[in-house]
C-alpha cells in the first residue's frame, strides 16, 4: 500500500481492519490509532489488532488516555518490527478502510515455502487428534495440507472447527518425515459471504480438476467406446471425490477379472491422491481395496465395511467413504447390502459385467456401467471397462496396462473378437498368450488364499502392474501357475471317476459331481474351480453341448456350453416352484451358483435338470463359459 498525503489533495487517513498486520502498513502513511497504554515516555497506540507502536512524548504536547482515539502519522518501521509514530492534527481529511490484503497461498504450493509464514484458506477435510497436536487437513483450489494446532498434548485444539467448514488458517510451513505441513499460528471459521466466496473458488476448481482424461481407446471397439461417456463420468466423480477427501472403499470379486479391474483402479487413484495430497498417509487413509467372495455384495461384507467406516470417521475424523463395486454389484442380490449403506452418507458407484437387474439396483446407486445396459455382454469384461477407467483417471500408467485386458478377458473366456487384438497388443508388450493364461491362473490361485485380504503389493507383482521387478514377476507367475495346474489335477485324479453322466431330452450332455464327497475340501481348487475343470474336460472331450453340476450338501454350481440358461430365470422359478427350497443365487446367464437348504437338495436338483434338459440347443455351440462362481 502506498500513498502520500500530498498537498493540494485532500489528506488521506487510513483505518486498519482488525486483522491488519505489518504488510498492510507503510512509512509516512496517517492512521487511525486507539491509545492502549500510556508511560512516562509517551503513548503506545493500536492500529489494528497486530500492528501497534510507540509514539515519544517528545514528538507531541499534551496528554492522552487510554481509549483515546487519534490521528498518527508512521514515520519508522525499524528492522526488528517496531513502529514510531507521530500523532497528527489534521484540519480536513479523508477516511480510506484497509482490509487486511492477504496473500493466500496453495496448499499444493507450498515446497518453496518452508520456514515463511503463509495464509492459506480452505475447507477442513478431515480432523484428527494426535497425542500431540490436532491435525486438520486442509483442502484448496491446489491441494490438501495436513495443518497441525497445539493445545495441549493430545487435546482437541480449536473445538469449535467443524469437518466442511471453511478457514482461514495462518501458520509456518514446516518438513515433517518428508512431508508438508503448516504449523497454526491462528486459525478463523470463515462464515457468511467470506465462506460462500471460498466455496465458490474451490467448487469452481474441483470441477475443472475433476475433469478426466481424453484417452484414446486401447484398441478399435465400438461395442467397449460406447461406454466410454458413462466410464468418463464414474471417472470424474472418482477424481472429486479424491478431491474431496472422501475416503474410497472398492469391493471387487475374488477372481481373475475382478483384479483386473480394481488392480488398475487402485493404480490410478493412488497416483492422483499422492498429486493431490501433501499427507504421505492419504493414500493408505483414502483408498481401501477388498475382495469378495461371493460374486455379490454380502451382509457380512457390508457390515464390516459400515462398520470399518464409522469408526474410521469417529477415531480419524474422516469422512464416510464412498462404495465402488468392481465386478460385482449389478444384481438384485446386491440390494439388501446397499439398502443397509442407505442409512448413511455412502455414495455407491457399480462398474460390472454380470447380468445386471438395473430395476432393483439403480434406485440405490449413483452410476451404473454394465455392458448389457448397452445391448453387449459379459464378454466386455470388467477388467478391460476399468484399464479404460484407470486411463482416464491418470493417463501415465497406460504403459503398464497393456496387458491387463487380455489377461481379464482369458481368465473370464471371453469370445469377443477384441480378444484378438488384445492378446496383440499384450504379446508387443512382451507377453506371449501362454503367459497371459498363466498370470491368470496365477491371480486364481493367490485370491484362493488369501480369502478377505486385497494382497495389495503381491497381487501387483503377479498382475505385474506398479510392480518393480518383471524378473520376479515372470518366476513368481510361472511358480504361482504351475503349482495351481497340480493341484488342479490331484483334485480331478480324485473326482473324475465319480462324474455321472447322462443324456438330457435336448441331446445335451448333463454332468454331475458330489463335490464335497469327491473332491478334496478347503483346499485348491473350492468346488466352482473344480466344477469348471471337469466341464473344461467334458467339452473338450465330447465337442457337443454340454451342462456340468457340481453340487455340496447346500449349494450347486452350474456352467454350460452350447445351451441357452438363464440362470437367473432359473433359481427365481425354483424358488417360487419348490416350497421351503430356500432357493437364492445367480449369476451370468450360464454360469452361476445356486443355494437351498439341505434337506430339499433332491427335490432342488431334480427341478433344476428338468429346467435344464427344456433349455435350447445353441446354434452356434458357442462357447460361453465365465468363471464366476461362489467359490466357498
Ligand atoms: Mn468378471
Not at 491441494?143 to 493445545?151: D, T
Not at 483408498?287 to 467406516?309: C, G, H, I, Q, W
Not at 446407486?365 to 455382454?377: F, R, S
Not at 498370470?439 to 486364481?444: H, P, Y
Request: proline share 5%; net charge negative; charged share 30%.
Amino acid at each position: 500500500m502506498t500513498s502520500t498525503a500530498d498537498s493540494g489533495e485532500e489528506t488521506v487517513v487510513y483505518d486498519l481492519d482488525p486483522d491488519c498486520t505489518l504488510e498492510d502498513v507503510a512509512e509516512g502513511n496517517y492512521y487511525h490509532a486507539t491509545v492502549n497504554g500510556v508511560v512516562d515516555y509517551g503513548v503506545f497506540v493500536d492500529l489494528s489488532d497486530s500492528v501497534s507502536g510507540l509514539a515519544h512524548e517528545s514528538n507531541y504536547e499534551g496528554s492522552y488516555e487510554v481509549g483515546d482515539d487519534l490521528v498518527v502519522e508512521l514515520t519508522e518501521i525499524r528492522e526488528n518490527g517496531d513502529l514510531s509514530f507521530d500523532p497528527v492534527e489534521l484540519e480536513e481529511y479523508e477516511t480510506v478502510e484497509v482490509g487486511h490484503d492477504y496473500d493466500i497461498a496453495d496448499a499444493g504450493e507450498l515446497g518453496d515455502e518452508i520456514g515463511e509464514t503463509v495464509h492459506l484458506e480452505g475447507e477442513v477435510v478431515q480432523i484428527k487428534q494426535t497425542g500431540g497436536p490436532t491435525i486438520f487437513h486442509v483442502s484448496d483450489e491446489t491441494g490438501v495440507i495436513p495443518c497441525a494446532a497445539f493445545e495441549e498434548a493430545g487435546v482437541r485444539a480449536y473445538p469449535e472447527v467443524e469437518i466442511d467448514d471453511v478457514i482461514r488458517v495462518t501458520g509456518t510451513v514446516e518438513e515433517r518425515d518428508n512431508a508438508l505441513q503448516v504449523e497454526v499460528d491462528t486459525l478463523d471459521v470463515l462464515t457468511d459471504g467470506d465462506a460462500d466466496d471460498v466455496r465458490e473458488r474451490l467448487e469452481a476448481a474441483f470441477e475443472e480438476r475433476a475433469e478426466p482424461h481424453d484417452t484414446e481407446p486401447l484398441v478399435e471397439w465400438p461395442a467397449l467406446t460406447q461406454m466410454f461417456p458413462d466410464l468418463k463420468e464414474v471417472a470424474a466423480q472418482l477424481r472429486r471425490t479424491v478431491l474431496e477427501s472422501r475416503p474410497i472403499r472398492v469391493r471387487h470379486h475374488a477372481d481373475g477379472d475382478g483384479m483386473c479391474a480394481s488392480i488398475p483402479v487402485q493404480y490410478a487413484l493412488e497416483q492422483f491422491i499422492e498429486d493431490t495430497h501433501q499427507d504421505p498417509e492419504a493414500k493408505r487413509h483414502l483408498f481401501k481395496r477388498l475382495p469378495s467372495k461371493a460374486p455379490f455384495y454380502e451382509m457380512e461384507d457390508v457390515t464390516r465395511d459400515l462398520n470399518f467406516a464409522l469408526e474410521d470417521q469417529a477415531r480419524h475424523g474422516q469422512k464416510l467413504p464412498l462404495l465402488l463395486m468392481l465386478d460385482n454389484g449389478s444384481t438384485a442380490e446386491d440390494v439388501p447390502a446397499y439398502q443397509n449403506l442407505a442409512h448413511y452418507d455412502i455414495p455407491i458407484v457399480v462398474v460390472d459385467h454380470h447380468h445386471p437387474d438395473p430395476d432393483a439396483v439403480e434406485p440405490y446407486v449413483d452410476a451404473h456401467v454394465n455392458p448389457y445396459l448397452y445391448d453387449e455382454d459379459y464378454r466386455i469384461t470388467t477388467g478391460m471397462m476399468c484399464v479404460e477407467l484407470a486411463r482416464m483417471i491418470w493417463p501415465p500408467i497406460t504403459e503398464e496396462l497393456r496387458h491387463v485386458p487380455a489377461v481379464a478377458g482369458l481368465c473370464d473366456r471371453s469370445k469377443a473378437d477384441a480378444m484378438t487384438d488384445y492378446v496383440e497388443l499384450a504379446e508387443d508388450e512382451g507377453y506371449e498368450e501362454s503367459t497371459l493364461r498363466a498370470i491368470g491362473e496365477a491371480l486364481d490361485y493367490e485370491a484362493h488364499w488369501l480369502k478377505y485380504d486385497a494382497g495389495r503389493n503381491l497381487i501387483n507383482d503377479v498382475l505385474n502392474v506398479g510392480s518393480d521387478d518383471e524378473q520376479r514377476h515372470r518366476e513368481l507367475v510361472s511358480f504361482l501357475a504351475d503349482t495351481a495346474e497340480s493341484e488342479v489335477e490331484d483334485q480331478l485324479d480324485a473326482a473324475m471317476p465319480h462324474v455321472e453322466h447322462e443324456r438330457l431330452d435336448s441331446e445335451a450332455n448333463l454332468y454331475r459331481i458330489d463335490v464335497e464327497n469327491h473332491a478334496h475340501r478347503f483346499t485348491y481348487p473350492a468346488p466352482g474351480k473344480t466344477t469348471g475343470e471337469i466341464h473344461d474336460r467334458k467339452v473338450q472331450e465330447t465337442g457337443e453341448p454340454v451342462i456340468t453340476i457340481g453340487y455340496g450338501p447346500d449349494f450347486a454350481v452350474l456352467r454350460s456350453d452350447g445351451v441357452r440358461l438363464d440362470i437367473p430365470e432359473m433359481v427365481s422359478e425354483l424358488n417360487e416352484e419348490i416350497v421351503g427350497g430356500g432357493v437364492s443365487g445367480g449369476g451370468h446367464l450360464v454360469v452361476g451358483s445356486i443355494k437351498f437348504v439341505p434337506g430339499m437338495r433332491e427335490e432342488v436338483l431334480d427341478a433344476l435338470v428338468e429346467k435344464m434338459a427344456d433349455a435350447e440347443i445353441d446354434e452356434e455351440l458357442q462357447s460361453t463359459t465365465v468363471g464366476h462362481e461362489q467359490d466357498d
